[in-house]
């Protein structure tokens, strides 16, 4: 087995069509898409019957660790096609000393923050660049929180592909310098994610840009997917019984409820399925609102603000597919304050020694909140994505020093 096997051999490509995901009206494969006629994201759907007959257990063992071990669940066709930078699978890390303290279950964490550009947006961009490329597209176009227009950069730049980037002003800087030092032309914008889509759906129209907004185009959700694949099969062609999401636009709640689907028409898994659990703010928390209101959609959020800035995303094109996966799966929306962000992120970092990106505290102070609400009890396994890597952030200063030339009492050091 090579290491680069997945990246290079070529496999049988099942791929059908792609299907509306309001009305259900089918649109080819291989051709340029962005929404549906109803405005609506469109779902790549393949011949599953096909895949169960390629793919076993048994053949991805003997393939390299990374997401591209899934490809016939995955819509490239052709290996040329595919870009990439190293897509690892990402580590199940297991939070022992927090299960004892907080008298709860197993809880672990799935740290998406090793992937390239340092978050899980790598999934999503990394399939929408190489059927970018593909389908001979020029120049791709989004709006973004920081990360999002990071992967966008790093994959478009590996292939060939101009950029354009649109974030809003506030965006820290480390993310705004990665995204032009990795090839992209980035534009700070006076206004939040949803104004930055507007430039981006009016470059579309005025100057052709392919529009690489989140859910407006088909092929994020399947490499988000792969966050379903990979999690399934790390715990043994099993689920666990909650997961906490950080959610924003959703493709990935989206795409781990999609991706577990397929794997129970294949026969990897059963019927069971985890409690999906859309994580938010309280200062932007349009899921949690329309979650108890009971309504499918989800009106803007207006004067949306919290530190987490990647779920601070004030409308979601795919709000009902988010709502739909919550609800399909008995689980629900929960929104956690800002200073309870803070406190996860920092008694994660002290308990356990590992650094999460304030989403994913997000997830660990809603775990917590859950547990004490009763949603969850203390014999649920429990899993928290963390998006994106801790040092990506701004962390708390050190302001100890100590004299050199100066008498050093060593006893209270």
Same mark, same amino acid.
């Given at each position: 087995?090579?290491? @680069?096997?997945?990246?290079?051999?070529?496999?049988?490509?099942?791929?059908?069509?792609?299907?509306?995901?309001?009305?259900?009206?089918?649109?080819?494969?291989?051709?340029?898409? #962005?929404?549906?006629?109803?405005?609506?994201?469109?779902?790549?759907?393949?011949?599953?019957?096909?895949?169960?007959?390629?793919?076993?257990?048994?053949?991805?063992?003997?393939?390299?660790?990374?997401?591209?071990?899934?490809?016939?669940?995955?819509?490239?066709?052709?290996?040329?096609?595919?870009?990439?930078?190293?897509?690892?699978?990402?580590?199940?890390?297991?939070?022992?000393?927090?299960?004892?303290?907080?008298?709860?279950?197993?809880?672990?964490?799935?740290?998406?923050?090793?992937?390239?550009?340092?978050?899980?947006?790598?999934?999503?961009?990394?399939?929408?660049?190489?059927?970018?490329?593909?389908? $001979?597209?020029?120049? %791709?176009?989004?709006?973004?929180?920081? @990360?999002?227009?990071?992967?966008? /950069?790093?994959?478009?730049?590996?292939?060939?592909?101009?950029?354009?980037?649109?974030?809003?002003?506030?965006?820290?800087?480390?993310?705004?310098?990665?995204?032009?030092?990795?090839?992209?032309?980035?534009?700070?914008? @006076?206004?939040?994610?949803?104004?930055?889509?507007?430039?981006?759906?009016?470059?579309?129209?005025?100057?052709?840009?392919?529009?690489?907004?989140?859910?407006?185009?088909?092929?994020?959700?399947?490499?988000?997917?792969? %966050?379903?694949?990979?999690?399934?099969?790390?715990?043994?062609?099993?689920?666990?019984? +909650?997961?906490?999401?950080?959610? $924003?636009?959703?493709?990935? *709640?989206?795409? %781990?409820?999609?991706?577990?689907?397929?794997?129970?028409?294949?026969?990897?898994?059963?019927?069971?399925?985890?409690? %999906? +659990?859309?994580?938010?703010?309280?200062?932007?928390?349009?899921?949690?609102?329309?979650?108890?209101?009971?309504?499918?959609?989800?009106?803007?959020?207006?004067? /949306?603000?919290?530190?987490?800035?990647?779920?601070?995303?004030?409308?979601? +094109?795919?709000?009902?597919?988010?709502?739909?996966? +919550?609800?399909?799966?008995?689980?629900? /929306?929960?929104?956690?304050?800002?200073?309870?962000?803070?406190?996860?992120?920092?008694?994660?970092?002290?308990?356990?020694?590992?650094?999460?990106?304030?989403?994913?505290?997000?997830?660990?102070?809603?775990?917590?909140?859950?547990?004490?609400?009763?949603?969850?009890?203390?014999?649920?396994?429990?899993?928290?994505? #963390?998006?994106?890597?801790?040092?990506?952030?701004? *962390?708390?200063?050190?302001?100890?020093?100590?004299?050199?030339?100066?008498?050093?009492?060593?006893?209270?050091?």
């Amino acid at each position: 087995m090579k290491d @680069n096997d997945n990246l290079t051999t070529e496999r049988p490509t099942f791929v059908t069509h792609l299907e509306c995901a309001m009305e259900g009206d089918h649109y080819a494969a291989d051709q340029i898409h #962005n929404l549906s006629k109803a405005n609506k994201p469109l779902l790549v759907r393949y011949d599953l019957a096909g895949v169960k007959k390629s793919l076993s257990k048994e053949a991805l063992k003997q393939r390299p660790a990374d997401l591209w071990r899934y490809r016939e669940m995955l819509p490239v066709r052709k290996a040329a096609d595919i870009v990439s930078l190293g897509e690892v699978t990402t580590p199940l890390i297991r939070l022992p000393n927090l299960a004892r303290k907080a008298g709860g279950g197993e809880i672990i964490v799935k740290d998406e923050g090793r992937l390239p550009t340092g978050s899980f947006k790598a999934r999503g961009l990394v399939m929408a660049v190489s059927m970018g490329k593909a389908l $001979g597209i020029k120049h %791709m176009a989004m709006p973004t929180n920081g @990360n999002a227009g990071a992967a966008l /950069a790093a994959y478009a730049t590996r292939c060939g592909i101009k950029t354009t980037i649109f974030c809003p002003a506030d965006t820290p800087e480390v993310n705004v310098s990665e995204i032009e030092l990795q090839g992209a032309t980035v534009y700070r914008v @006076n206004g939040l994610i949803d104004d930055c889509g507007k430039i981006v759906a009016e470059g579309k129209a005025k100057a052709g840009w392919f529009d690489t907004s989140t859910l407006k185009e088909p092929y994020r959700i399947e490499g988000k997917k792969t %966050m379903g694949l990979e999690l399934a099969e790390q715990l043994g062609w099993d689920v666990p019984d +909650v997961i906490f999401y950080p959610t $924003g636009g959703g493709t990935g *709640l989206i795409g %781990m409820w999609k991706a577990f689907s397929e794997l129970e028409a294949i026969g990897f898994i059963g019927s069971k399925r985890p409690r %999906m +659990v859309a994580v938010q703010a309280t200062g932007c928390a349009p899921m949690v609102r329309a979650f108890e209101n009971g309504t499918e959609h989800a009106p803007r959020w207006e004067d /949306a603000h919290t530190i987490a800035s990647g779920i601070r995303v004030p409308q979601a +094109v795919g709000d009902f597919l988010i709502l739909r996966a +919550v609800r399909e799966s008995k689980g629900f /929306a929960i929104a956690v304050t800002d200073e309870n962000i803070s406190a996860a992120l920092n008694e994660v970092a002290r308990e356990e020694g590992l650094l999460l990106c304030p989403e994913g505290a997000a997830t660990y102070a809603a775990y917590k909140q859950s547990l004490a609400d009763g949603r969850v009890t203390k014999h649920d396994r429990v899993v928290l994505f #963390n998006c994106a890597t801790g040092l990506k952030y701004p *962390l708390p200063p050190v302001t100890r020093t100590l004299d050199r030339h100066a008498p050093i009492d060593y006893a209270k050091l």
